[in-house]
């Protein structure tokens, strides 16, 4: 999974807490994206960064943060969890992001279960 | 907004046999890329065509993209029973900006032995 590791891999939290996952890259590349995945909807950008300390909003970002301290690193907060955001969640990597979009790179995804 | 639908939904062939998949999209683009996603692993890029290309290849693969149409194709030749997966199609915008990928829902294909 070209250096991308997330984590925790699995979890199961109750509605109303917080909870943070974790993307970490060996690979330097600048352009960093948190997707959620569900069924019928494919994949879609929750935030994304294009630098440390840079990122903005994606598609369906209601309800989360990021945030980026180190190059190698991209947290991604539900401030409080509700069941709607049960899902797999994804990080990618990109060299280019910016008008050129390059290939991305998948971490092995967080299955996130809200009771 | 869902930028690529893929076409169709789910597919099942024989081993051997090719297997088109089909993706459309909305607006303009820079570059359309195919992603293929195991069950329960992360999504693996295959192959990644610009907007002034028509046709590419990698292996057993090849696509095709009409961007009159907004439109392109994938088409695994010989397929195997590993080849059997999710495939999604992604696309970048023209507007600028690191607005990441827009991807399909996805094509099921799977491989009979």
């Known amino acids: 999974d070209a250096g991308i590791t997330q984590s925790p891999r699995h979890k199961v939290t109750e509605t109303g807490t917080p909870v943070t996952l974790r993307c970490h890259q060996t690979?330097?590349?600048?352009?960093m994206y948190w997707y959620r995945q569900d069924p019928g909807h494919g994949l879609r950008l929750i935030h994304y960064?294009?630098?440390?300390?840079?990122?903005d909003k994606g598609e369906v970002s209601d309800g989360y943060s990021v945030s980026r301290s180190k190059t190698e690193d991209f947290l991604l907060t539900l401030e409080s969890a509700t069941s709607s955001q049960t899902s797999v969640y994804f990080c990618?990597?990109?060299?280019?992001?910016?008008?050129?979009?390059?290939?991305?790179?998948f971490g092995p995804g967080t299955r996130l279960t809200v009771t | 907004s869902q930028q690529g639908e893929e076409d169709p939904q789910a597919l099942s062939i024989q081993e051997g046999e090719n297997a088109t998949m089909n993706c459309s999209y909305k607006?303009?683009?820079?570059?359309l890329q195919w992603y293929r996603q195991n069950s329960g692993r992360g999504l693996v890029h295959l192959i990644l065509?610009?907007?002034?290309?028509r046709e590419k290849h990698s292996g057993r693969l090849r696509v095709t993209l009409d961007t009159s149409k907004k439109s392109s194709s994938l088409l695994i030749t010989a397929s195997r029973a590993a080849d059997t997966a999710s495939y999604f199609c992604?696309?970048?915008?023209?507007?600028?900006?690191?607005?990441?990928?827009?991807f399909g829902k996805g094509t099921h294909l799977i491989i009979q032995p």
């Open positions: 990618a990597i990109s060299e280019r992001g910016q008008a050129v979009v390059d290939e991305q790179y």
């Open positions: 690979e330097n590349h600048r352009y």
């Open positions: 960064s294009y630098g440390v300390k840079d990122t």
């Open positions: 607006t303009s683009i820079n570059n």
């Open positions: 065509i610009r907007s002034n290309e």
């Open positions: 992604a696309t970048d915008g023209t507007g600028g900006g690191a607005d990441g990928l827009t």
